[in-house]
């Protein structure tokens, strides 16, 4: 089975990923307030964390430089993040803060599903 960790405080955004992942072998925890995505990581062991770029106060990038932190930092483990854009031109940006990849809001099931197959580890 597979975790994916959601940091997005939008129903609408949940209700995507919900739908576009939904799969037996799939199990979707979330984090509605970003300052918490580090505590969230490490409490869920996720195998994938997706970001919202517009997410809280702190906004996507904020978070995924955080995750990408606290893991140098031995807080949590090295998880990809992909960050859900609003735009395509924000590609550049997801790069620059250390995203795995990145795809831009709204995007189809296939197109979450081909990302994550991507990243998420053989086997699980």
Same mark, same amino acid.
Do not use: Y
């Given at each position: ?11 609408? #955004? ?10 037996? =072998? ?16 490490? /409490?869920?062991? $996720?195998? #994938?964390?997706? +970001? ?14 955080? @995750?990408?932190? /606290? ?7 090295? #998880? $990809? +993040?992909?960050?859900?854009? =609003? ?5 550049? @940006? /997801? ?10 809001? $709204?995007?189809?099931?296939? =197109? @979450? ?8 580890? #053989?086997?699980?």
């Amino acid at each position: 089975m597979s975790t994916l960790l959601l940091v997005a405080d939008t129903t609408w #955004v949940r209700n995507d990923v919900l739908a576009a992942v939904a799969e037996p =072998d799939v199990r979707v925890a979330t984090c509605e307030d970003p300052r918490r995505a580090v505590e969230a990581v490490a /409490a869920e062991q $996720p195998d #994938v964390v997706l +970001v919202d770029m517009q997410v809280g106060s702190m906004g996507g990038m904020a978070v995924t430089r955080a @995750l990408r932190d /606290a893991a140098a930092e031995g807080e949590i483990p090295d #998880v $990809p +993040v992909v960050l859900l854009l =609003d735009r395509h031109a924000d590609q550049f @940006l /997801a790069r620059r803060a250390g995203a795995a990849a990145a795809i831009t809001k $709204p995007f189809t099931p296939q =197109d @979450l599903r081909l990302v994550l197959t991507e990243l998420l580890p #053989v086997g699980r």
